[in-house]
Every structure is written in C-alpha cells, then in structure tokens.
C-alpha cells in the first residue's frame, strides 16, 4: 500500500498537498486516524510482585504449619516458620522486580522533532504531533518519525539495519515500486524509527504511531504474554505433588493417632471457635507431630537456593560477556535445541571490507577485516606493491561523502570499506582530500546508479565516478592498463564483466570506477577512462564458524534469518559452515504449514519481522526450545517469543536489549554457546541438589512417621525424634549451604558433547525417584536406630542423636550425588567450606547453653534446639553408620545404572 501508487494519487487520497495540512486538517487526521505515540505494555507493581511470591503450593503449607504453631501457643516455630516464609519471598521479589520495559525506547519516537510544511510554512513540531497527510522534510541525520510516501528525492539515503537487517544504506527514490512484498523493497516509504545517511527529501506521511511499520513491532511486543519457562513449570509441579503427599500424610497420621488416643468429642461444637481452640490445645502433641511432618516434608530452602544458584551462574556468565536479565533464563539456556540468529553483526562483523580488486586485467586479494587498516595487497598469491592500483584507490577514496574515525563510520558502510582499502595502500585520506580538493558532486542517485564528484589538482581538474559496475562501464570509452590510457576494446569489456559476474557469483557487492581530466568546471560523465573495480562483503565474524561447529556437537541447529538477499546470504552460510535448505521470505509467504518443513532449513533470507515470528513459532510448535539472537528493532518481537532472547550489547537497539532475556556484552555469537555450556551446567547443579535436597526431607518424613506408627503401635505413646525447630534447622541450614554450593560445581568434561535434554523431561527423572527413594530409607533407617540408641538413656538424648546423625549424613549424600557426575571431590572449595561451617553450626547448637533465667523461664529449656551434649561413642556410632550408608548407597547406584 502507497509504495505501488503515484505520489499525486497518495496526496488525493489523503486529502493533502504539498503545502502541507491546515490547522483544521490536521486535527481531523488526528481524529481518524491516531496519534504519533506508541502504546505502553502495562507493568506490574512492586507489591503485586511482592504478594505474587506467596502463590505457591509449598508455600500454602508452611502458612497453615505457622497459622497451626500459633494456635498452639508454640510462638517461637511459627516466628521462625514465618521468617523462613518471608526470607523465600524476599529473593523471588528481587529477582522479578524488574520493570518490563520493552515499549519504552519505541515510545521515546515521540519526543523526535519534525519538520513539517503546513499552510504553506515550513515548522517544526514535536514528533508526537505529527499526523497522516503531514508534508515531511527530512534531511541528513534525521531521524524518521512517521512512515512517509517520499515524493522529492535529492540522493537521498537511509539506514534500515534496526528495521529491516539490512547493513548497508537503501538508496531512496520517489517511483512507483510495483510487485514489492518485502520491507527491503518498498524504496519510496521512509520508515518511522529509521536514519537519513545523507541526501534530502520531501514526502507525505502516510501511517502514524501504532499503524507505522515499527508500530507494528510494538504491538506484536505487547501482545505477547510472559510464559513461565521450563524449570519454573517443573518446580511448580514437583511442589504440588511433594504438598499433595504431605497433606495426605500429615492427615493419615493425625487421624490415626487421634483414633489411638479415643478422645471424648461430646461437647465439641462446631460452629464455636473456643471449642477448636480448646481441641487444638488438648491435642497439642498431635498437632505439632502433624507440624514436624510438614516442615520434615517441605523443601524450605529449595526456592531459595535454586534462585541463588542461578545468580551466581548469572554472574559466572558476566565474566563470559553474557549479562542475564531473567533469571530462569538460565535453565532455558541450557535447554536450548535451535538458535536462530540474525547474520548483521552478529554472525558478521556490519563493517563492509573490499575483498578483491580488479584492475589492469588481474584480479587481486585484499586482506584484513573490518575498518581495521592493516592489509595487504597480492595476485596469484604474490605480494604486490599497492601503488600499482593508485588511481582506483584513489577514486574510491575521493568520490566519497564518509569518514571512518577510531574504527567508528560516519555515513554509509560501503564507502567506509573504500576508505579503508585505501588506508591499507598507505594512503592518507585526509592528505589526499586536501591535495585533491572536492569543487562539485553529483550524488548517487537510483535512476543514475553512480555518484561523480569533481576535483582540483595541481595540474588539471578531474572527474572520479563510482557506481554499479555496468553503468560506469557504459559511460567509458578508455581504459587504463599498467599505467597507459587506451581505447578500451571489446576484449576488456568481456573481461570486466566476466569479473563482475564472477564477484557478483560469490555475493560480493562490485562497484566500478572510472575517471577522466578535464578543464570544466562543471561535472561531465562522458568518454571516461575505466580503473577498475572493487568487490567487498560485511566478513563473518572469525569466531562464528568454531562457535557454529560446537553447536553441532552439541545437538544444537544454527538457522542465519536474515534481511539481505538470498546470494549474499548463501555465501555467508557457506562460509560458516551452514548446510540445508534455504528460504526467502517471499517462498516463505507461499508456503500454507511452514511446520512441515522448518527443520530442514538454515537459512532465511529477505525476511520481514512477522517472518521471524513465524518462523519462531514454528520451530516451538515441532518441540524446539528456540533462542533468537538480534540486534535490531525488527527482531525485538521475535526475541520476545522466543524461549530466550539474546540481544547485542554493543549493536544492539535499546529496544532489542529490553526485548530479550540475555544481552551479549562482545556481541560474539561464540559467548551465546559458552552461555549454553553455562546453562547446561547450572541444569546439572540444579538436579544436583534437588536429588539431595528430596532424599533428605522424604527421609525425615519418613523418620517421623514410621517413629509415630511403633510409638503407637508399641504402646510407648507418640515418639518424635525430630522437633520442627530442629528440622527447620537442617533444611535451611546444614542443607541449605551444601546445596547452594552445588550451584558453583565444575561441568562435566562432556557437557558440550551430549544433545540438549528433552524439554518435557521431568526433574525427577525414573533413576533419580529410584535413587532418592532408596537412599531415604537407608537414612531412615540408620536414623532410626541411633534414635532407638539413645532412647535407652531420655527422648532429649534420642532426638539430639537423629538430630545429629541426619546432618552428618547429608553431608556424605553430597558426596555421593557428587560422584554421579564424575567431579572430582575436591575440586569445589565452596563446597568444602560449606560443609565444615554446617558441621560446626551443628556443633554449636548440640554443645551451647543459654545459661539465662530468662531465656529458660521464657523458652522453658536452655538450648533452642533442645539438645543435649553426645559422647565421643555416640559420634562414633554416628561415624559409622554414615560410612556404611556411603558404601551401600554407591554399590546400589553402580547396580542401578548397569541395569537400566
């Protein structure tokens, strides 16, 4: 729409002219069709994130365990209960506090000024208050702010890169542009958001704020709703099922001990709260049983030490140039099965570099990359001296609008390259400028297809002209061959354009050069004399092709999306070693169900932003769990519906690094894969202690129990060798420093080589509900025994030996899920002091006494935990069993994993 349509038509249809809007127009065009603003995504507050930590099953446990404790008059477990609650909150508060802002840089268009022609004067107003049919001025260094019909055009260009991927300038033009589909394509629309290069131009508006091509990006942003990611789908499923057992247990055993005691309910009303209470008091010791066997159950610390483990492989991923802005990210990462990723400075460098140089019959090499101005020039694999190709070097550098400083452009990345070819030669632009100063120019123009610039000498006035390779050929009658001038002849016509076919073959962008002297003072492009020509490409990065090779290894498929045209595309592929199908966007239209065939293909090219959505989702819809690397403003939808997102620190738009999940601070695609090697790492090290952390709680769960059932069964009353403070105390304590220094375990050496892990695979995978139920029992039941051990002495001595026992025990489970994963055991100093502080924590509080009638007056006891100091021999009962538990342990994992 308007691209295919004459500028008078588009005028008529919006009831404008080149004068511009009057006042009454323009507040009508506001009322039909909007203003120049872009919507913002509502955010979330800091309290509804704050209350939103409170939504999970575990966590509805614990407050009922808080609410029970305080009815019973056991104030000092539910303070602790509730501190533990309020401590879990707290980290999942400041992880998500963070403001999506993914509109806000869009948003920023608004506060653009325009200039704009109305009733017949040229102002200046507020991009905000631009409105369809406004007559729009723009000149260099401008930034867009509405999509606008161009009518005049004075060589005129524009950066698209942000909105299209393309990485060089579009030369604009006021024609018609039939049978256009692409973005790309449409060369008479100037977009909102996007830069003038160079040039001026005059043009209609034609769509504003969320009608405009990067409106449309902002909508397909705001529409998209934040998914959980895969591991907070599986925590939030485990804990449903770990409180859905715990309930039915806490309920079995409360009933089962109620109907052993036979209570006398006969004056109980139900409807009167003090008949609860005096109930809830009577039968205190079935509660807080039922108590204990809840906190026994509930991984406390499992939220917490999750969260934690991810930051601190967050800020191990910093120091590999990946900065984290979603935590769970982390997961997903490591997941990861497709990373689809844009080709502009990302995989390449988005510095156009001339490759190869054509001139005096011969083709030549150019080395170097990027604006980086060492080069050498050879032929044949022989160095040569560079003076040999002065004059096309020289046009290349005179016949020129840019600069390049400190490796920064100023103005088109084309004409930056022919600075630096150059440079490699030992010339100085600056020098050479001011030897040969400029005196006229003729501008690139579309229709002309070069661009002539006339200068001074100190002999004669010369006219350089550079441009498309046939055109310049077509205007030159002379050609220059090892420093002679002669009638060029139908010999080096074919010559010359079998070398451009042969660059154009291999996706190089060719520019011809041609010049001639002349007395004029004006620019005349007859009877040149043709110097050469000059092939470049934006290089790949030297790290994409190694980093793409481990991707494979890895099980993970690399698909290039990509704006540029399908040659250019394949010839970068190829060099990166990108094999399988590819597509443009025009093919990708045609094609009904792209699901059929989206895992054949690894390259896009041509493609719009509805594109890479679609591609997107296509690969999810087949199971994939996609990343979306870009840097543009047309890739911050698709980096939204990825699984994750990863934006480019330093070419990245700020609407792209809002959009997306992980930000790469080097812009290197290698730092996304030492991102996945992290990722998978960290998965690890959460199935690490998520093994460790369960065997522990089902063990004290079933301690409780089974205690519980031949208390009553033996007719010895209820029997509770665990009270909830102390079990409180292992979960959050002797566990919850182990399991956090799981977090910062070394990789496995195969970590890279294994394919990525079924995204549907629980957790608690058949072989680890094996092991963790094993070994619960194992625990349980030399738990039990040392509890039965001190039993024969008091119930203090007893509780304050499972007590003890069940901490020195989890240290040797971490030992043993440990080796599972073939890390050497002392490779983890974290871990080691972890372990040496909960083994001295629980030291303290087995031999440490508030000695204070106060403290025993108020708590009715002089140590918290209602410890009792143990005997060398109890340690060394303790000793052994946690040595035999060790031992029987590794020989039943050996077995389990040989008979799968």
């Not at 698209?160 to 039939?178: A, D, F, I, N, R």
């Not at 029997?719 to 990789?747: K, Y």
């Not at 303290?844 to 508030?850: H, N, P, T």
Request: glycine share 8%.
């Amino acid at each position: 729409m308007y691209h295919d349509e004459q500028g008078e038509e588009v005028l008529s249809n919006l009831g404008s002219r080149l004068s511009g809007l009057t006042a009454a127009e323009v507040t009508s065009s506001s009322q039909k069709y909007g203003s120049n603003i872009i919507n913002e995504k509502k955010q979330d507050g800091a309290l509804v994130i704050f209350i939103r930590q409170f939504k999970s099953f575990i966590i509805y446990i614990l407050i009922g365990a808080t609410l029970l404790s305080r009815m019973i008059g056991e104030i000092l477990d539910s303070v602790l209960i509730l501190l533990i609650l309020l401590l879990i909150a707290f980290f999942g508060f400041m992880q998500e506090y963070k403001a999506q802002k993914s509109i806000a840089e869009l948003k920023k268009i608004s506060g653009l000024m325009s200039t704009v022609m109305r009733e017949g004067k040229e102002i200046i107003i507020p991009g905000a208050d631009v409105v369809v049919g406004d007559i729009l001025l723009l000149n260099a260094g401008d930034k867009v702010s509405a999509d606008v019909r161009l009518l005049e055009v004075s060589g005129l260009e524009t950066d698209e890169s942000s909105l299209t991927g393309e990485s060089t300038s579009v030369h604009k033009t006021y024609l018609v542009q039939e049978f256009t589909k692409s973005l790309g394509e449409q060369n008479n629309i100037a977009f909102s958001g996007t830069t003038i290069v160079k040039g001026s131009a005059k043009g209609v508006v034609v769509r504003v704020g969320m009608a405009s091509e990067i409106g449309k990006i902002a909508k397909m942003i705001s529409e998209h709703d934040e998914e959980e990611t895969s591991l907070q789908k599986k925590l939030n499923a485990l804990g449903k099922k770990i409180g859905a057992v715990l309930i039915v247990i806490c309920i079995v055993a409360f009933f089962l001990g109620l109907l052993l005691e036979r209570p006398d309910l006969s004056g109980f009303d139900i409807f009167s709260w003090q008949s609860y209470l005096l109930f809830f008091t009577t039968y205190s010791e079935l509660i807080m049983m039922a108590i204990a066997l809840m906190v026994a159950g509930v991984p406390e610390s499992l939220a917490a030490v999750v969260t934690l483990s991810l930051a601190i492989g967050v800020t191990r991923m910093a120091k590999k140039h990946a900065l984290i802005r979603r935590l769970p990210s982390v997961e997903t990462l490591g997941a990861t099965t497709v990373i689809c990723t844009d080709k502009t400075g990302t995989l390449t460098r988005n510095e156009m570099t001339v490759r190869h140089i054509y001139a005096d019959r011969k083709l030549y090499d150019v080395t170097g990359t990027g604006y980086a101005t060492k080069g050498e020039f050879s032929t044949s694999g022989t160095k040569i001296d560079p003076s040999l190709l002065q004059m096309v070097l020289r046009i290349g550098a005179l016949a020129n609008s840019s600069s390049v400083s400190d490796g920064k452009v100023i103005g088109d990345p084309t004409e930056a390259a022919l600075l630096i070819s150059a440079t490699k030669a030992g010339h100085d632009i600056h020098t050479m400028r001011s030897m040969y100063p400029k005196r006229d120019e003729l501008p690139f123009d579309s229709n002309r297809k070069f661009m002539a610039t006339l200068h001074g000498s100190p002999t004669v006035n010369q006219v350089y002209v550079k441009g498309a390779p046939d055109v310049v050929l077509g205007l030159c009658n002379r050609i220059l061959l090892n420093g002679v001038v002669r009638q060029m002849t139908d010999v080096d016509k074919e010559l010359i354009i079998e070398a451009n076919e042969y660059f154009a073959d291999n996706a190089l962008r060719v520019l011809g050069f041609a010049y001639k002297e002349t007395s004029e003072s004006s620019i005349s492009t007859n009877n040149l004399i043709f110097a050469g020509l000059q092939a470049m490409r934006d290089p790949p990065r030297e790290s994409a092709r190694a980093a793409i090779s481990r991707c494979a290894s890895a099980g993970i498929k690399v698909c290039m999306i990509t704006g540029d045209y399908k040659a250019t595309a394949v010839a970068i592929g190829n060099d990166l070693g990108l094999t399988g199908r590819v597509l443009t966007g025009a093919e990708l239209d045609d094609v009904p169900d792209l699901t059929k065939i989206v895992e054949e293909v690894s390259i896009y090219a041509r493609v719009n932003p509805e594109h890479k959505l679609r591609i997107v989702r296509a690969l999810q819809a087949k199971g994939h769990i996609v990343a979306m690397t870009g840097d543009g403003v047309n890739d911050a939808p698709a980096l939204e519906h990825a699984d994750i997102g990863i934006s480019m620190g330093r070419s990245g738009t700020e609407v792209a690094k809002e959009a997306s999940d992980m930000i790469l601070t080097d812009d290197r695609f290698a730092s996304i894969v030492d991102a996945v090697e992290e990722g998978r790492s960290i998965d690890d090290s959460i199935k690490k202690f998520v093994n460790f952390l369960l065997s522990s709680n089902i063990a004290e769960v079933m301690v409780i129990f089974v205690a519980m059932l031949i208390g009553i069964f033996s007719g010895n009353g209820l029997l509770l060798p665990l009270t909830a403070v102390q079990l409180l105390w292992i979960n959050l304590v002797t566990d919850g420093l182990p399991a956090l220094a799981l977090g910062v375990d070394p990789a496995s050496r195969d970590i890279m080589k294994r394919p990525p892990k079924d995204p549907k695979e629980p957790i608690l995978g058949h072989r680890m509900l094996f092991n963790i139920g094993f070994i619960g029992l194992l625990l349980m039941g030399c738990t039990l025994y040392l509890f039965f051990y001190g039993l024969t002495e008091s119930v203090m001595k007893a509780q304050t030996m499972a007590f003890t026992a069940l901490v020195v025990f989890e240290v040797a489970r971490v030992y043993m899920i440990r080796s599972h994963y073939q890390v050497p055991v002392f490779s983890n100093v974290y871990l080691f002091l972890a372990i040496v502080i909960s083994l001295l924590l629980q030291v303290f509080v087995v031999y440490f006494r508030f000695d204070y009638p106060w403290f025993i007056e108020k708590f009715g006891t002089e140590n918290l935990f209602g410890t009792v100091p143990l005997s060398l021999i109890d340690w060394g009962y303790i000793a052994g069993c946690a040595v035999g538990m060790f031992v029987i342990g590794q020989i039943v994992f050996a077995l389990s994993r040989r008979f799968k």
